[in-house]
């Protein structure tokens, strides 16, 4: 497995480093990086700050994903899911978190809020064209193949 080099900097005293919980996890947990706790009630969100910034390499991205526990058993959830770190952005980096949840959920310093891959970045190069090439489905949007319950 290839392992790619990113540099990281507190730019907080009291952040945390990300790391990976388990020998082969995807993503890294990203903590708060707060002053105080916070209280995010039902139907809320807020940019919680992680106090970290990161110098990723050119052809790389960072996406900053929900923590699977943190939906299921508190409905929080990001807002903007996948988040992108571009190679190019050298500023701290925040979780937009919101709470789906029927109850307040309180968030402190070091609760870990979010998940940290770093991947690989495919540019595209486009070419415009007077029509696109047929397919089956062609132009067929969502529920094109109906629902669940349809299918034999």
Known sequence: MDKIPVEICRVRAQARLPRYMTEDAAGMDVHACLDAPLTLLPGARA???????????????????????????????????????????????????INHGQEAVRIADGDRIAQLLIAPVCRAVLREVSELSATARDSGGFGHTGVADDNP
């Open 47 to 97: 940019l919680i700050p992680t106090g970290l910034a990161l110098a990723i390499p050119p052809g790389f991205e960072g996406q900053v994903r929900p923590r699977s526990g943190l939906a299921l058993k508190q409905g929080l959830t990001l807002v903007n899911s996948p988040g992108t770190i571009d190679a190019d952005y050298r500023g701290e980096f925040g979780v937009i978190l």
